[in-house]
């Protein structure tokens, strides 16, 4: 990346960049997150990892908190719904070094949301300023909150919570623009984020249908967000952070993408699960070639990674005889 001057600070901590990859379980591991810093997104979140999993050490666990120098700053996010629990972990984790502690109370499924962590905790903004009081009085990095606008239409308290964090030491608020009700569905709301960058003086980072490049701008000038976070549009698409369309970008630069990521990946988790991993990638890396449909399915046959990449090559070979 080329250096250039912060865009926005995180309480003490500068951020270079407007453009953030989103934390997605199962999508933003050290893997895919380098690759995104490389063509430059401003950020590193972890996956959200469950506090009570960090009490307890579990390997899987911690295996999602590692990070390289090159991603700093780097964001550790958490979820919990147990107030000590989540100080616990936080505190067991500082020592890690990460540059920024995130409280996830986006996350929208059930098994997280009706156990009261992730947008559960929307339902209870008292319950958040207890939280991040605790946090932000015992934890020497920054401490930031990533929420959605409520829990369902009827509860849209998303002005309520963003206060409650202001007043309670957060140092950023990132606001994905829907509910937890809405899930993925209907149109994100850039109307409500801007409201909340509003109605706070720290920093705010949009969220919710950012596909292109053109997006990222429209979202900042709509609303006066600092950066805007992307989320399923990059899998598949990382030079959306070098502001690049998808449709600019070469077969041959895919294949190129498509043996880094599944290097990564073999290097950071092993032959077989570094595999199985980037095959949740593969897919999305040719859905806009020409006869996508077969190479997908060929690749969903594949066996090893050496069967993958030979028909990411045969099939380049094939598109340079016909072009």
């Not at 598949?236 to 070469?250: H, K, L, Q, T």
């Not at 806009?288 to 077969?294: C, G, H, R, S, T």
Request: aromatic content about 8%.
């Amino acid at each position: 990346m080329v250096n250039m001057a912060p865009s926005f600070y995180v309480r003490d901590i500068p951020v270079c960049g407007d453009a953030i990859l989103a934390p997605m379980s199962g999508y933003s591991d050290l893997p895919f997150r380098s690759i995104c810093r490389e063509l430059g997104s401003a950020m590193s979140y972890t996956e959200f990892v469950p506090a009570p999993g960090i009490i307890h050490g579990a390997e899987a666990v911690m295996r999602r908190l590692m990070f390289t120098p090159a991603e700093r700053p780097v964001v550790f996010q958490i979820f919990g719904a147990d107030e000590i629990t989540l100080a616990e972990a936080a505190r067991r984790i500082e020592p890690l070094q990460p540059d920024i502690i995130d409280v996830n109370m986006g996350c929208y499924a059930d098994d997280v949301a009706l156990h009261g962590a992730g947008a559960g905790l929307l339902r209870e903004p008292a319950k958040i300023a207890r939280i991040f009081t605790r946090l932000t009085q015992t934890l020497r990095v920054p401490v930031t909150g990533k929420i959605r606008l409520g829990w369902e239409a009827a509860a849209r308290n998303y002005l309520e919570v963003a206060r409650v964090l202001e007043e309670s030491g957060a140092s950023l608020i990132a606001v994905h623009g829907r509910t937890k009700a809405q899930g993925y569905r209907g149109e994100a709301d850039w109307e409500a984020i801007g409201e909340v960058k509003a109605a706070v003086r720290i920093p705010v980072v949009g969220s919710g249908d950012v596909r292109s490049p053109a997006d990222i701008e429209r979202m900042k000038n709509h609303t006066g967000v600092d950066a805007v976070m992307i989320g399923r549009a990059a899998i598949g698409n990382p030079w959306i952070f070098a502001r690049r369309e998808r449709r600019d970008v070469s077969f041959g630069e895919v294949a190129a993408m498509m043996r880094q990521h599944l290097s990564l990946a073999l290097e950071f988790y092993g032959a077989e699960r570094g595999f199985i991993l980037f095959r949740r990638h593969a897919h999305k890396y040719i859905f806009a070639v020409p006869m996508a449909d077969a190479l997908r399915n060929a690749l969903a046959n594949a066996r090893t990674a050496e069967e993958v990449m030979e028909m990411v090559e045969e099939y380049q070979a094939k598109l340079e005889v016909t072009a």
